[in-house]
């Protein structure tokens, strides 16, 4: 059975959405790992990449259905070999009120029902990448419930290493009161400039503060990363058979990303 992950902090902006998409795509096209996507947010930014990446022209199934039937197992949606999505819509945006309608007065069931959901098909999977809002939500407790391990996407700015500390601080309080069994795999450092001086004291702050935890791939900022989010996900050949030099140079970044997590997973589950 594979592990479910959860992308996140509490900053909007940072790039989770390309994070989980991304690493989705590298865990299912590179390493050939049978991928689940669920997009929690209702605005379905990673559902309309992915769409956009599968050329999947419109998709009906989606997760609001799946919290109201109590059955994520109907609303997967193929994306192409390997890779799979449970969409978002905008109706999700009542998941507060769906939650309380199933399960009035009582808190614990309401913040685990995505967990309780994803038990019948986590066997059918390698990977479970969650994308969420980035807020303190019942889309962020059902998450980290639901999660084996959270990865947090941080851009160096001042405001996302304070959004990626109320993010850690936030888990804790999750795994102290509510038994959440959750632990860092690993941070992922996004810089928009490189040579810039906030950027390198912020990475530096969050190596003092995470150590080991702060991988030592960064993402940079990439043109090609952007195009993406318009026109889905590509790796195209150019006229000689090799991959085109920018395709390459944005996959490499997340498959090196994918393989400093999966050292990271294999060291927790050496120590449990």
Not at 232 to 242: F, P, Q, T
């Amino acid at each position: 059975m594979g592990h479910t992950y959860v992308i996140g902090n509490f900053k909007g902006g940072v790039g989770k959405t390309k994070t989980v998409t991304m690493l989705a795509y590298e865990s299912a096209v590179v390493k050939k790992k049978k991928t689940l996507v669920i997009d929690l947010d209702p605005q379905g930014n990673a559902t309309s990449v992915l769409a956009k990446t599968g050329n999947v022209s419109s998709i009906e199934k989606n997760i609001t259905d799946g919290f109201s039937s109590g059955s994520l197992k109907n609303q997967i949606t193929p994306i192409f070999e390997n890779l799979d999505l449970i969409a978002s819509n905008t109706a999700f945006r009542n998941l507060s009120k769906l939650l309380l309608q199933k399960f009035p007065e009582d808190e614990l069931k309401q913040i685990n029902y995505l967990k309780d959901l994803i038990a019948p098909i986590k066997g059918d999977y390698d990977a479970i990448y969650l994308d969420v809002p980035p807020t303190i939500s019942d889309y962020s407790d059902n998450a980290m419930l639901a999660a084996d391990f959270c990865i947090i996407v941080l851009q160096t700015q001042e405001l996302s290493l304070d959004g990626a500390q109320t993010y850690i601080a936030y888990m804790q309080y999750l795994v102290d009161n509510y038994n959440a069994e959750l632990n860092v795999l690993g941070i992922i450092p996004c810089m928009l400039k490189p040579s810039g001086r906030v950027d390198t004291k912020v990475l530096d702050q969050a190596k003092e503060l995470y150590g080991g935890n702060v991988l030592n791939t960064i993402v940079k900022y990439q043109e090609r990363l952007k195009v993406y989010d318009v026109q889905g996900i590509e790796m195209n050949e150019n006229v000689n058979g090799k991959i085109d030099m920018w395709d390459k140079k944005a996959h490499d970044v997340f498959i090196n990303v994918l393989d400093e997590l999966t050292e990271h997973e294999n060291y927790f589950i050496e120590r449990s």
